[in-house]
């Protein structure tokens, strides 16, 4: 092994920045569609099997590891849409939304806001970048800032609904917290997760209190951009596929994140499809690794 345990996943030089607090976050996504061959991936996340000395190891020395045969949440594997449709009780539930007609009026809004006479162009409809309501409230008139996502609580039904509808017109991203909220067989199911392996670990690999689980559903091609989560991650897919990228802190400056008064801010600048160099010169620099999880 590397002496710095981050060179050999990312190609490059790098020291472990320690980040206390775990997040679970359980997934449903479909495949997804063909990304493009970046250059600045240098290698794939390892696999190891579920237990083994080595992944633990790494773990420990925060490099990102993919956990092959865990039964970390075997009780959620028959989680479809339809289970959920059936088992997920009739709270409201947190959904992300892009729409192709709230784009145009946002740019519309913004062109007469700033008496710009350019035409500019809204992000694609599957790109969805977080924002902070409240950094976006303190800025209130200071700011010409105009999201194109909106987060609204809907049932479960009236999300499929619109996950079945046409997405060249509106693209929903479901993002929510398992709490008392969902119905009593999905509580059950969340309460036989492997929570002892967690609890096993936590101090060995530093890391803080469990804070959050979430259930992520997402459209085929839905992206989110490069960030930075504030929360160490155990991603467990449980239907389709989803490609991560990820990339070594060292690379911080290189990634030309948003400052951190902005809505944006934890995200990168940068569109990883198509980098602007002459903006953005410094990503040129960057190195990442990818995983697939499945």
């Not at 002496?3 to 997804?32: I, K, R, W």
């Not at 809907?154 to 609904?161: A, D, I, P, R």
């Not at 989803?242 to 990168?268: A, E, G, M, T």
Request: a neutral charge; one cysteine or more; charged letters at 20%.
């Amino acid at each position: 092994m590397s002496e710095n345990p981050f060179e050999a996943c990312y190609g490059g030089p790098g020291s472990p920045v320690p980040q206390p607090v775990l997040n679970n976050g359980t997934g449903h996504f479909e495949d997804v569609e063909p990304h493009p061959n970046y250059n600045f991936i240098t290698g794939n996340v390892p696999c190891y099997d579920f237990n083994d000395p080595v992944a633990l190891n790494l773990i420990k020395e925060q490099v990102p590891v993919i956990l092959r045969g865990a039964d970390l949440v075997s009780s959620a594997m028959k989680w479809d849409l339809d289970y959920l449709s059936t088992h997920i009780g009739g709270g409201r539930f947190a959904v992300f939304i892009r729409n192709a007609a709230a784009d145009r009026s946002a740019v519309a809004q913004l062109q007469s806001s700033s008496n710009q006479s350019q035409s500019c162009q809204p992000e694609p409809l599957h790109i969805f970048k977080y924002f902070d309501e409240k950094k976006l409230a303190a800025l209130q008139e200071k700011s010409t800032f105009q999201s194109t996502m909106v987060r609204i609580e809907m049932t479960f039904q009236e999300f499929l609904k619109r996950f079945q509808g046409d997405r060249s017109q509106e693209r929903v991203y479901l993002q929510q917290p398992l709490n008392n909220t969902v119905g009593p067989q999905i509580a059950s199911d969340f309460i036989q997760f492997n929570w002892s392996w967690a609890a096993e670990h936590k101090k060995e690999f530093n890391w803080g209190p469990l804070t959050s689980n979430l259930l992520l559903i997402g459209q085929k091609g839905n992206i989110t951009p490069c960030h930075f989560d504030e929360q160490q991650n155990l991603f467990c897919p449980l239907r389709g596929r989803k490609k991560i990228i990820l990339f070594n802190p060292d690379n911080f400056p290189y990634l030309y994140p948003y400052p951190v008064h902005h809505p944006n801010d934890r995200q990168s600048q940068v569109n990883l499809d198509n980098p602007d160099m002459g903006r953005f010169p410094k990503f040129a620099m960057a190195r990442a690794v990818q995983a697939t999880g499945k």
